[in-house]
């Protein structure tokens, strides 16, 4: 059973850090390609970065771009996000998703979800 948990979320003032974590069971995250996407309430899921396992390049959105970045434990199956200089815009719950054939950095693209973990940035 492919399984993908998030945690490392909380509440922050901004400029301030933290690293999310994904940990995937059930499945080779190597092989997949991977995205950390974020929902604010009331708005669409966007994707924030994401990884194609065939040419090895990394995408960031615009927003975060400088800011967060997405590395791999590929031995302990495990995606990171590290999410610096916060913004108050930065809130939302942010997934991380794999795919078997990355095409674009939007949640159509891939099959497998986490649960998400809560992300607030709040003076």
């Known amino acids: 059973q492919l399984q993908l948990v998030e945690s490392g979320g909380g509440l922050v003032q901004p400029g301030e850090s933290l690293r999310l974590s994904c940990v995937a069971s059930?499945?080779?995250?190597?092989?997949?390609?991977i995205g950390w996407f974020r929902q604010a309430p009331g708005s669409a899921r966007e994707g924030v970065s994401c990884?194609?396992?065939?040419?090895?390049?990394?995408y960031y959105t615009s927003s975060v771009k400088g800011r967060f970045t997405l590395t791999t434990a590929d031995a302990t199956n495990t995606v990171y996000l590290q999410l610096n200089s916060l913004k108050p815009e930065d809130t939302g719950v942010y997934y991380c998703?794999?795919?078997?054939?990355?095409?674009?950095?939007?949640?159509?693209?891939?099959?497998?979800w986490g649960q998400g973990t809560q992300v607030t940035v709040s003076s």
């Open positions: 998703a794999a795919a078997g054939l990355f095409r674009l950095c939007t949640p159509p693209g891939f099959t497998s």
């Open positions: 059930g499945f080779n995250l190597s092989r997949y390609a």
């Open positions: 990884l194609s396992r065939s040419d090895g390049n990394t």
